[in-house]
T-cell receptor, first 113, second 113 residues
Framework: QKEVEQDPGPLSVPEGAIVSLNCTYS??????FMWYRQYSRKGPELLMY????GNKEDGRFTAQVDKSSKYISLFIRDSQPSDSATYLC?????????????FGSGTRLSIRP | NAGVTQTPKFQVLKTGQSMTLQCAQD?????MYWYRQDPGMGLRLIYY???????DKGEVPNGYNVSRLNKREFSLRLESAAPSQTSVYFC????????????FGPGTRLTVL
């Protein structure tokens, strides 16, 4: 069983829709939870980051963490064609002096104009 | 600032050939990482360097070697390339010491025939 499970999609929604992306994990030692966005043929970039259960908002994006269920979500409101990308969830536990991040396999999202 | 740069952008090798992927960062980061990204597998850590002068194995180190040349540069070497090493390779860096955001380069697309 993978430590982090993510539905690969693809997910296609019309412009303006609310998008929900999800990941589950098995390692209860994970402390930090992140969402990265990766445009085609580019490197991933950090979108949101949280270390506690609950919700965190940043503009049209909301990250939600439920540690009791080992489940995290990313919601995108008023989705735009520019949101079309692959979204990777990521989690980390601190090891010695470097943090190693475990990534989900990514969900490919397409927003139809 | 250029951020994280990688060379080359594309490479085609024959089985058994060797090559070195180069990575440099200009953000004065302490830690650097090499990942490979394959369809359905997400990003998998090959090697990392917590600080200048140290390197450690990640999840999938077999067939690779690394050198942390100085604080700025971290190279990945394939001594005898195999078709299973066909992938997109990303270099990343961060402050280290528990910092979780990693900054990624644009990637190198490697095909081994």
């Amino acid at each position: 069983q993978k430590e982090v499970e993510q539905d690969p999609g693809p997910l296609s929604v019309p412009e303006g829709a609310i998008v929900s992306l999800n990941c589950t994990y098995s390692n209860s030692a994970f402390q930090y939870f992140m969402w990265y966005r990766q445009y085609s043929r580019k490197g991933p970039e950090l979108l949101m980051y949280t270390y506690s259960s609950g919700n965190k908002e940043d503009g049209r994006f909301t990250a939600q963490v439920d540690k009791s269920s080992k489940y995290i979500s990313l919601f995108i409101r008023d989705s735009q064609p520019s949101d079309s990308a692959t979204y990777l969830c990521a989690m980390s536990v601190r090891y010695s002096s470097a943090s190693k991040i475990i990534f989900g396999s990514g969900t490919r999202l397409s927003i139809r104009p | 600032n250029a951020g994280v740069t990688q060379t080359p952008k594309f490479q085609v090798l024959k089985t058994g050939q060797s090559m070195t992927l180069q990575c440099a960062q200009d953000m004065n980061h302490n830690s650097m990482y090499w990942y490979r990204q394959d369809p359905g597998m997400g990003l998998r850590l090959i090697y990392y360097s917590a600080s200048e002068g140290t390197t450690d194995k990640g999840e999938v180190p077999n067939g690779y070697n690394v050198s942390r040349l100085n604080k700025r540069e971290f190279s990945l070497r394939l001594e005898s390339a195999a078709p299973s090493q066909t992938s997109v390779y990303f270099c990343a860096s961060n402050l280290g010491g528990g910092a979780n955001e990693q900054f990624f380069g644009p990637g190198t697309r490697l095909t081994v025939l």
